[in-house]
């Protein structure tokens, strides 16, 4: 008796690795990280070259003696180190409650159906859109910038976590109830695991979506942070200095980005993010 299943596996693996494509060469895997030097080194000559207007894209050359002139007088730091305050409070107050509620609707259908409308009609709503509220009711102070970055971290959190528990095999919550565990343990040693990626995956959208809403903030009102620092050189015209504001943000992002990776691989270790 013949059988198939060699010719159908071996067309089966061809096809996959056509469909994968071919792996970058070990050139490419040099290069990649390099590319915006390269970026870079083009909008440098473009802009001493005339191609581009330097009044508003001047040299990264220029752009980058103002950023070691904020560095050396510490006003960069300040503002830095400002922001980067408001974000993590701000994570950690609308994380936490992201999660612990993202658990419950996950694993607790009537919260879905109950409340689940509620929350899908919040979503739509610009954060930043809130702030002259915000801005009402707690003041100009940190309050109000702590408040509107929790607010856009949640909704991360919370659909991440939730559709983490969702997607969890039904089996893992009926062996926990089959042991007489109860509904903290499974919650705490079924769902929360389960969940780890996706929750991981919110985190990571929650920490660029929160650079974007307290820059925008930090815009309207506020007198320190690196938000304030991009729009103070907007109104006295100093593009170079606006520049570095964001790069700024988008180095914090980027560092903030690679800190939760890192976690993520120590603590998921299981996850092929």
């Known amino acids: 008796m013949t059988t198939t299943d060699g010719p ?10 056509r469909l994968r494509g071919r792996r970058p060469g070990s050139a490419l895997k040099f290069i990649g990280p390099f590319s915006p030097l390269l970026l870079l080194v083009v909008w440098e000559a473009a802009s001493r070259g005339g191609l581009l207007d330097a009044r508003f894209f001047p040299p990264p050359t220029s752009i980058a003696g103002t950023f070691w002139e904020l560095l050396t007088t510490g006003t960069l730091l300040e503002h830095s180190l400002i922001t980067l305050t408001r974000v993590g409070i701000g994570i950690v107050l609308g994380g936490v409650p992201g999660l612990v509620l993202g658990i419950a609707f ?30 009402l009711i707690f003041g100009v102070e940190e309050t109000s910038k702590y408040v509107i ?13 939730m559709g983490g528990v969702l ?10 109830r089959t042991s007489g565990a109860s509904r903290w343990r499974t ?33 309207l009102g506020s007198r320190t942070g690196v938000g304030y620092m991009i729009w103070s050189a907007w109104q006295t015209l100093a593009v170079s200095k606006m520049f570095v504001g964001i ?9 903030a980005g690679l800190l939760v990776a890192l976690v993520e691989r120590r603590l998921v270790p299981w996850s092929r993010q």
Do not use: C, H, M
Request: glycine fraction near 6%; charged fraction near 10%.
């Open 8 to 17: 159908k596996s071996s067309a089966r693996e061809d096809l996959e690795r």
């Open 106 to 135: 996950g694993a607790v259908q009537w919260l879905r159906v109950l409340a689940g409308p509620i929350f899908a009609s919040l979503l739509p709503i610009p954060k930043i859109a809130i702030l002259p509220l915000l801005l």
């Open 149 to 161: 970055v929790a607010i856009g971290v949640f909704f991360y959190i919370f659909y991440n976590t």
């Open 167 to 176: 997607q969890t095999p039904p089996i893992y919550f009926d062996v926990a």
């Open 187 to 219: 919650w705490s040693t079924v769902a929360l695991p389960a969940a780890l990626p996706s929750i991981f995956t919110g985190l990571k959208l929650a920490v660029g979506g929160a650079f974007v809403v307290i820059a925008a903030s930090e815009f």
């Open 247 to 255: 790069v700024t943000i988008s180095l914090l992002g980027y560092l």
